[in-house]
């Protein structure tokens, strides 16, 4: 004997509706949705971002310029004292001088900074002299490079100073 028990379900028209208008359930949307999102960014991480930009390189007139000795890097000191915001302030000074027949618009250099075991920790490549001053021929001037970004773990020893890029 089984008993048979009628239900009736009753829809409130006020209550949220968990479809879409076109019968497909919202959380089918959201995922799908999450899934198209997740497989952009995995292409985009994949294909990388866009090119870096590289830095301009020595050209060989400039590196030219530079073995023939016309550009010389002298008196370079490093002084480390606190600035304002109790960071330490790494300053370079130094003179830069150009003793060729050339007007030299702008030169950058590479300051490379090392770990104690000798390792490349840190690579920055700053402007000596800058396009609206320029350095005529048989000039000297001074410089001021100022680093307050410098790893920790450096040797506390003055970097290497490259010259990177020389503009005539």
């Known amino acids: 004997m089984f008993l048979r028990l009628k239900t009736s379900l009753t829809v409130d028209s006020a209550s949220p509706s968990r479809e879409s208008p076109r019968g497909i359930p919202v959380a089918f949307i959201i995922a799908g949705a999450l899934a198209i999102v997740g497989i952009v960014i995995g292409w985009l991480m994949v294909r990388g971002g866009p090119p870096a930009a590289q830095a301009p390189v020595l050209t060989p007139e400039a590196r030219a310029y530079v073995r023939a000795g016309y550009l010389q890097l ?9 600035n304002f915001a109790r960071q330490m302030l790494v300053e370079i000074t130094g003179k830069i001088s150009n003793s060729g027949e050339r007007e030299l618009k702008m030169v950058e250099i590479t300051c490379v900074f090392h770990d104690p075991a000798g390792q490349v920790i840190m690579r920055e490549r700053v402007p000596i002299v800058k396009a609206q001053t320029g350095l005529r021929p048989r000039e000297t001037r001074d410089f001021r490079l100022p680093f307050d970004t410098i ?14 890029q020389i503009a005539f």
């Open 74 to 82: 002298g008196d370079v000191k490093m002084e480390a004292k606190e």
């Open 151 to 164: 790893p920790q773990n450096w040797n506390q020893a003055l970097p290497d100073l490259v010259i990177a």
